[in-house]
């Protein structure tokens, strides 16, 4: 199994300098909310919710999170029906949907 | 990332961001009597979602699925960098169907 970096400060830090204040966010009732989709895999929680608005957020966050190893995933909606939106390995998951 | 930025009727193309909703595309349109026939059930699903699993539904088995209606995309790689594939005109796709 792959092993993924965690977010550290740091890493919130730079987010934050892509995003903005307003769009990334660490609180736990968004952890808990973005942890699942509507399958019936039990949820795995992420450790950074991050609400790119363009094209070259998207990029920047990318490249950080290569960078340093840590682990994305993509999420729209969550209406997926096989878990394919989990954040198995926790790390970041990049929202699409604000 | 949740607009749609042009509902282009001269092409029949809509270029739109991955939080569109299906039922906000529907409704977009066919204000303008216009079809975008994949409906895989789930109208509160996303266009993002949709592509990345190709989703087909009922109406899969009469119009096709999610890829035979998408002629080109913008994509971030996980190293960072973003690829333009394909376009609005049918000859300027390479690798999409």
């Known amino acids: 199994m792959t092993k993924f970096s965690p977010v550290t400060s740091d890493i919130l830090q730079q ?36 609400h790119p608005k363009t094209t070259s957020e998207i990029s920047a966050i990318m490249k950080l999170a290569s960078t340093y190893n840590i682990s994305v995933t993509p999420q729209g909606s969550r209406t997926g029906l096989s878990g394919g939106a989990h954040p198995i390995y926790g790390g970041i998951v990049l929202s699409l949907n604000s | 990332m949740t607009r749609i930025l042009e509902i282009d009727e001269d092409n029949l193309m809509a270029i739109v961001e991955p939080g569109v909703l299906i039922m906000d595309l529907h409704k977009a349109t066919e204000e303008k009597g216009l079809l975008y026939p ?3 059930g789930q109208e509160s699903g996303s266009l993002g979602g949709n592509i990345s699993t190709n989703a087909g539904g009922v109406k899969g ?13 913008e994509v971030v790689l996980s190293s960072g960098e973003v690829l333009n594939l394909g376009g609005k005109h049918v ?6 169907s």
């Open chain 2, 38 to 40: 994949p409906d895989p």
């Open chain 2, 61 to 73: 088995m009469k119009y096709g699925v999610t890829r035979d209606f998408v002629q080109g995309l």
């Open chain 1, 15 to 50: 987010l934050e300098e892509i995003v903005g204040s307003k769009g990334l966010s660490t609180l736990s009732q968004d952890l808990e909310k973005y942890s699942k989709d509507e399958s019936l895999e039990p949820p795995h929680a992420p450790e950074v919710i991050v």
């Open chain 2, 91 to 96: 000859r300027t796709q390479p690798g999409t």
